[in-house]
């Protein structure tokens, strides 16, 4: 481990970005900076950016304003060892099918000077031994993209960028990734993930970035956006006796279903709200908490951004 | 260097699972095998000069096939994996575009040299097994044509590389692919057929003319083949042009040399450029 005396490694630092495709602004003055060990999810609709971000850190397009440094270098000076300590999977990976999978990864593990041993242990990780001999024209989109894992780990990479990595696997899967992805931060590397799949990213995402044509609309923990959306907090109270039913619930609540009260508080006064329901002794039953989903969050922000 | 063998292994690879390998080299050797048995009939009774024959027909047949088969496997050498979406990948690894260019060239001239060699050499085995008696001279004219058809094939790579980089498409890159083909075979000899016969020597001289051949890589490979030995330009009813030019071999190879060199530089250039 490092000592604790030096600052956190920056590993990712973009200042002001911007990149135009003739009248198209893919992505307008984006500041973003990650640390080593931190698990990033950029959230955001088609064509929000994210896939265009991503290049750019690749260095596979130049910035039109601003400036990135990935792992200590400019990417677009293509440094060996830096992109070397890159992983990536690209969204819809694709492979020469008339290759088998073994073939693969065995071509870009020497194109990042990796031993065969490690093309074996890689295909054992993502479960493809027993199919890696096989043409990968044979195989299932969701084979295709645990290859597209595979290369993305090939060298430990210091950086991990994967542009919707979940899209094609099963649920197991996707479950296993995003064990996979943890256990990568752990051990310090720096994960960043592009999704529109928000939801899913609840005890995997350090920090979320939502992007919207081009722009960063939020950049914060999901703790930390809830509090800054202050999304409206929605608590269900079951009545015993619908005659025996308080009278400010009566007021202030949306009946539903018979026994049920429907009633909409701010977070603030969410705690303020459960005591009342808990101190009407034996009137209420049971007392259900829905704090706002994370597409309601992103849904919040997005109508916010449009909304500027 | 590893990453530019890693990529020129993998187009080998593909290029055998693909199986133009096979095909090209089934290809040159069945048509290379016909000339020669039924080339030697009308022959037949001269004998010594049996592979000088050869020599005319493979490199009159190199002219159109080769440039076409090197512009079929490199045309979309570099569109066809933008829009398959694996460049994005490859560009992703610490490897540079001029490897990207150079490891698939040196790929596709193994399979360009595979082809020529196998298919070729059957012409030249199936001499030796007629029981022609060839003389050495006619040997080192025969391995000449080999390595020029190589230089001929490779200079077409080169060529389709350029189309290669440009293309927005892989249809696209295949269509000029075909129209340079036609360029570069039918209409430039027969646009300056047409010339010559229009000025009736008044302006032309054999210095432009000598010029004007070394434009075309075809030229420059038939010149080489046809010219360069005298046994073989006596057959090739060429005796009387290679008297008139005044090129040397050094020139013809440089100028093959030259075809390859700067289109390849060329696409490497337009390859750089181009974004994903």
Redesign the interface.
């Known amino acids: 481990m490092t000592s604790d005396t030096s600052a956190p490694v920056r590993t990712v630092e973009i200042a002001n970005v911007a990149k135009r495709y003739g009248a198209v602004e893919a992505v307008r003055d984006v500041s973003l900076a990650v640390q080593a060990g931190e698990c990033v999810a950029l959230v955001g609709h088609n064509g929000a950016g994210k896939t265009t971000l991503m290049k750019l850190m690749l260095g596979l397009i130049r910035p039109s304003a601003g400036r990135i440094h990935v792992l200590g270098a400019d990417p677009a000076e293509r440094d060996a060892e830096a992109r070397r300590r890159i992983g990536f999977l690209p969204e819809n990976v694709a492979f020469n099918p008339a290759l088998t999978g073994r073939e693969i990864l065995r071509f870009y593990a020497r194109l990042k000077g990796e031993p065969k041993s490690e093309v074996a242990r890689l295909l054992g990780v993502v479960g493809l031994s027993d199919a890696a001999d096989r043409r990968v024209g044979t195989w299932s989109k969701g084979m295709r993209q645990r290859l597209g894992i595979a290369q993305a780990l090939l060298a430990r990479p210091a950086l991990m960028l994967l542009d919707e990595p979940t899209s094609g696997l099963d649920p197991a899967l996707r479950g296993n990734l995003y064990g996979l992805m943890r256990n990568l931060a752990r051990d310090g590397t720096t994960v960043l993930v592009s999704t529109h799949a928000l939801s899913e990213l609840e005890g995997v995402a350090d920090r979320v970035v939502i992007l919207d044509r081009g722009k960063v609309l939020a950049n914060g923990s999901l703790g930390e956006l809830r509090q800054l959306a202050r999304l409206p907090i929605r608590v269900r109270v079951k009545v015993a006796e619908r005659a025996a039913t308080p009278a400010w619930l009566r007021e202030e609540g949306l009946p539903f279903n018979g026994h049920h009260y429907d009633l909409v508080c701010s977070p603030d006064a969410k705690m303020a709200l459960l005591r009342r329901a808990a101190a009407n002794d034996g009137a209420i039953d049971d007392i259900e908490v829905a704090a706002p989903t994370l597409d309601e969050l992103y849904a919040h922000f997005l109508e916010r951004g449009s909304a500027r | 260097m590893?990453?530019l063998l890693?990529i020129a292994?993998?187009e080998l690879?593909?290029a055998v699972?693909?199986r133009w390998v096979v095909a090209a080299t089934l290809l040159l050797g069945a048509l290379a095998l016909s000339l020669t048995l039924l080339g030697s009939t009308p022959t037949g009774t001269v004998g010594v000069n049996a592979l000088d024959v050869v020599i005319v027909s493979l490199s009159s047949l190199g002219i159109l096939l080769l440039p076409l088969i090197a512009l079929l496997i490199s045309h979309d050498a570099l569109v066809g994996e933008v829009e398959?979406?694996?460049m994005?990948?490859l560009?992703?690894?610490?490897?540079?575009r001029r490897q990207i260019v150079l490891g698939k060239f040196l790929g596709h001239m193994v399979v360009l040299a595979i082809a020529t060699l196998v298919g070729f050499g059957a012409a030249g085995v199936a001499v030796v097994f007629t029981g022609a008696d060839v003389d050495r001279q006619s040997w080192e004219a025969f391995g000449a044509m080999i390595g020029s058809s190589l230089l001929l094939g490779g200079a077409f790579v080169a060529i389709g590389y350029c189309t290669s980089a440009l293309a927005r498409s892989r249809a696209a890159a295949a269509a000029v692919a075909i129209c340079l083909w036609l360029l570069f075979v039918v209409v430039y000899d027969l646009a300056l057929l047409g010339v010559l016969v229009a000025d009736q020597g008044a302006h032309i001289g054999s210095g432009v003319l000598e010029t004007v051949l070394l434009f075309n890589p075809t030229d420059a490979y038939r010149l080489l083949n046809l010219t360069g030995f005298a046994n073989v330009s006596l057959f090739s009813g060429m005796a009387g042009l290679g008297g008139t030019v005044a090129l040397g071999s050094g020139v013809l190879l440089a100028a093959l040399v030259g075809w390859i060199l700067l289109p390849l530089g060329l696409a490497t250039a337009l390859f750089a450029r181009r974004?994903?």
């Open positions: 590893r990453s890693a292994g993998k690879t593909e699972r693909n398959r979406g694996t994005l990948l560009l992703a690894y610490p490897v540079t974004e994903l």
